[in-house]
Structure formats: C-alpha cells, structure tokens
C-alpha cells in the first residue's frame, strides 16, 4: 500500500462547480499535512497547509481526519484558472521527510 | 525577495559526463531537499540536508551526489552511475524552528541526456 494515495483524475468540472478531492495516508504517526497545487511542467506551490481543526482560505476548505487517515481539499466555485494537479503531502513525526501523493488531476471547463 | 533559485532551467548533456545542478536559498531555512519527478509521476526524494555539512540519502539516490557547505547551497550532481538520468529535478527548503514546516520549491531544472 503506498504511503499517501490520491485519485488521479483526472476530475472534469465546469465552471462554478464545487469539488472535493481526498488523500489518504498510512502511517498513524502523520504530523504534518500540505495542499500543494502543480502547473503543467512548473514547481510545487503550496496551497495550503491543513490544520486538526480544518482551515479554509477564500475558496479553498482543507480538512484533516485523523481516525480515518485521510486529508481533503474543497475547491468552490471553481476558476478556469484552478485547472492544474494538486499533491498532497504528509509528513511523519521524528523525520525530516516529505511523502508525495502522485497528485489529482483538476480540469476546469468554461 | 526571498526565494530559492535554480540554475539553469534547461540542462542538456551527453551520455557519460557528469553533471552539476545548482539551488539556492535565500529562505535561511535549515533543511534543503533534491527531488526527481518523471513525466506523469510523483516526486522521488534523492537527498536532503538538516543542516549544513550534514545530507542523507532519500529513497532514490544511487547515481547522485550532493554537498552542503554552505546554509545557502545544496548542489546536486547527477553521476554518469545514474542509469535513467533525463527527469525534471527539484529542490526544495523549509524551516525546522516552528511548524508546520512548509517547504518551498525552486523552479526547476530540466535535465535531458542523450
């Protein structure tokens, strides 16, 4: 079973759409949890960094279950613009490492 | 601005030759980190570093070396050992002085060997 798993899409969304994305993650020892969001042949960019308590910035509501291992993205009234893969990323207490998932696959269509 | 930087973008070598890939932080973060990703896949970790004159192997670093000298400076150089060398290479840094320790990409370099 691979560490960090997402759906690789790739998700077709029309414009104003609401859509969510999970991750789930194996180890029980998970610290640290990252919504990056990856351009075609571009860096990383984090989008956002995901709290126990859920956090939302604007648009975007980032949520964290620890009983279920798995993190989630919201994305509402979706922008052409958010077309793009977004990682999720998780880290391990005790490590300096950062586990990648293969990323979702986001196409937002006019 | 702050910022880590890679140079150069678009690197294109000869089968045997070694090759050196530069990043630098001007983040004054502690850990630094090279990754690889491949078309379609997600990112490999090859090395990082807490700190300087310190490095660890990551999970795919046969073929790769790395110094760190300097806070500022995490090269990478990508041996004629290194069986599949042609990837897109990252590096990355984050702060180890409070959470939740974000790390931040430079843009790139794309390495073509042929």
């Known amino acids: 079973r691979k560490e960090v798993e997402q759906d690789p899409g790739p998700f077709n969304v029309p414009e104003g759409a609401t859509v969510a994305f999970n991750c789930t993650y194996s180890?029980?020892?998970?610290?640290?949890f990252f919504w990056y969001r990856q351009d075609c042949r571009k860096e990383p960019k984090l989008l956002m960094s995901v709290y126990s308590s859920g956090n939302e910035d604007g648009r975007f509501t980032a949520q964290l279950n620890r009983a279920s291992q798995y993190i989630s993205l919201l994305i509402r009234d979706s922008k052409l613009s958010d077309s793009a893969t977004y990682l999720c990323?998780?880290?391990?207490?005790?490590?300096?490492?950062?586990?990648f998932g293969t990323g979702t696959r986001l196409k937002v269509l006019a | 601005d702050g910022g880590i930087t890679q140079s150069p973008k678009y690197l294109f070598r000869k089968e045997g030759q070694n090759v050196t890939l530069s990043c630098e932080q001007n983040?004054?973060?502690?850990?630094m980190y090279w990754y690889r990703q491949d078309p379609g896949q997600g990112l490999r970790l090859i090395y990082y570093s807490q700190i300087v004159n310190d490095f660890q192997k990551g999970d795919i670093a046969e073929g790769y070396s790395v110094s760190r000298e300097k806070k500022e400076s995490f090269p990478l150089t990508v041996t004629s050992a290194q069986k599949n060398p042609t990837a897109f290479y990252l590096c990355?840094?984050?702060?180890?002085?409070?959470?939740?320790?974000?790390?931040?990409f430079g843009p790139g370099t794309r390495l073509t060997v042929t």
């Open positions: 180890n029980s020892a998970s610290q640290s």
């Open positions: 990323v998780v880290t391990t207490s005790g490590t300096y490492k950062y586990i």
């Open positions: 983040l004054n973060h502690d850990a």
């Open positions: 990355a840094s984050s702060s180890r002085d409070r959470g939740p320790y974000e790390q931040y």
